[in-house]
């Protein structure tokens, strides 16, 4: 029987397909909110003092910044207060010009709080637009960890049925795809890539893994979890805290990657 099959056999495939379903339904009801503008805010609400190192937050094509709020929630209670999001159209934009977006972002955030490295997450497109800016536009100098959640870095399938220019940027084998995957050297950034076995939009899965070895990047299953709902996963973010709070400069000297792993 075939991976297929065997999918259909195991109870955690309708499990997984469920929670995607209600949690589209929950992002639908955050959607309006992502609308707002963002501020930089330092504070923690448990009085904790701040983590110094800034968190950019990219949301995915079709979405907004309202997709983070599980990520959001859990960063705050960890100390990391200094959290901004980018809002970006997919319609208007490719992922060089998104890309050149979060470069002013992330520039503007570094000037307000004085920091001189940031860490980013993208979702899905987002991730796509992480690495651009990071391998294609110097964000190697400023990015301390760069964390992508079910994003496409070989591509996906799926993008035929997107509309837009952006959505043919993310078919297998596009120029982006393919300048990404020439353009990945060894830098101090640490790459961390989460992934699931039943995302739809991501064909096939493990396009979202980063297997570029000069990237060295950390690979982490996120199991049974769709491509919205391994973003209001509480163990993702919860792994995506325990590697933000690994991060310190000592790292950057000797940067090491862990084999693909599970979260817990």
Known sequence: MGAFGKALRRPGTYLGHAREAIDIARAVAHYPAGLLDAAIRCGS??????HD???????????????????????????????????????????????????EHVD?????????????????????????????????????????????????VSAMLALGSTAKQLLPGSPVIE????????T????????????????PNRSAVVDEPALGAVNVLVKDHGHLSILLSGRMAASV???????SPATMADPVAGPARVAR
């Not at 990520?71 to 901004?84: H, K, N, P, Q």
């Not at 101090?188 to 064909?203: G, P």
């Open 241 to 247: 805290v325990e590697q933000l709070e690994a991060w």
């Open 45 to 50: 609400a448990t009085g904790d003092s701040c």
């Open 108 to 156: 503007l955030v570094r000037t307000v709080t004085g920091a001189e490295r940031v860490h980013v997450i993208g979702h899905s497109l987002g991730g796509l637009v992480l690495r651009w800016y990071v391998q294609e536009l110097g964000g190697d100098a400023t990015v301390a960890t760069a964390v992508t959640v079910a994003t496409p870095h070989h591509g996906t």
């Open 53 to 103: 190192t800034p968190v950019v937050l990219v949301h995915g094509y079709g979405h907004n910044r309202s997709g983070w709020f599980v990520v959001e929630r859990a960063l705050r209670r960890a100390g990391f207060s200094r959290i901004t999001s980018l809002n970006y159209n997919p319609l208007r934009n490719g992922v060089p010009e998104i890309a050149q977006q979060l470069k």
């Open 179 to 186: 300048q990404l995957r020439r353009g990945a050297r060894s």
């Open 188 to 203: 101090a950034v640490r790459w961390v890539s989460y992934y699931s076995n039943l995302d739809l939009l991501v064909q």
